[in-house]
């Protein structure tokens, strides 16, 4: 466990699926389906989103051949999903 937080309480530690889902969370959020964590309303950002998911692009790419076979599936899936709903937000224009 990382005592790298704040405060009394200790963070737990980072792992791959963790990191990943992390920014796939990112990219939700940035596309406006996941709200607003201060109980505000969802926002979109496509350009936040776009750079979210090219960096998992990016991730997928430098890591190729050096990840578990489900680390690869998880990034793939997400990546999979991420983008298909990138190109929907898109073309709704919203």
Not at 17 to 41: C, K
Not at 53 to 64: D, H, N
């Amino acid at each position: 466990m990382s005592e790298l937080g704040s405060g009394d309480k200790p963070q737990t530690s980072v792992d791959f699926h963790t990191f990943v889902l992390s920014l796939g969370t990112s990219a939700m959020y940035h596309l406006g389906e996941i709200p607003d964590p201060d109980g505000g309303e969802a926002k979109v950002s496509l350009p936040l989103a776009r750079q979210t998911i090219e960096i998992l692009s990016m991730l997928a790419e430098k890591t190729r051949g050096n990840l578990s076979a489900e680390e690869d599936q998880l990034l793939t899936q997400l990546l999979y999903d991420l983008k298909f709903r990138f190109v929907s937000r898109n073309r709704a224009g919203k």
